[in-house]
């Protein structure tokens, strides 16, 4: 198969879907304890300094950082390692099973940080752009 025809040469932009829409859904999860945003959706607006209430913070701003493709390797790390910390604290010890517990989205969250800490942005991202704009200044 030649190279225009291959999927594999789509992989930068499938990547940057990926860590977009991942961004947005995070920032989404952290907007719930942050703000209670949407009303209704559990667990519901958290105090700030609380357990929920620093992983609000957390992902509200990695999210958005992953979003953006602006320092994407470390924020996915962190995001990466705080969904870890959720599913065993909070998911694991009521069942050994996920679709049990309900850690499934935890864990995909998990997985898909630890991919995008390790390819990072892909396509289109400031992360590109300062490496472009440092590429310029050093020639």
Known sequence: MSQSLS???FTPQAITAL???TGLLFIGHGL???????EGAQPGMQPL???????????VVTGALVVLGLFTR???????????????????PSSFYPVLNGGEPAILFTFIFLLLSTTGAGAY???GLRA???RLAHA
């Open 32 to 38: 719930v304890k942050l703000a209670g945003f949407p």
């Open 19 to 21: 860590r977009v829409v």
């Open 7 to 9: 999927p594999s040469r």
């Open 49 to 59: 300094l609380s357990l929920f209430g620093i992983g609000a913070v957390i992902e």
């Open 125 to 127: 991202s400031l992360d």
């Open 132 to 134: 472009a704009r440092q």
């Open 74 to 92: 470390p924020a996915a790390f962190v995001a990466s390692g705080q969904m870890a910390v959720a599913y065993f604290m909070f998911h694991a």
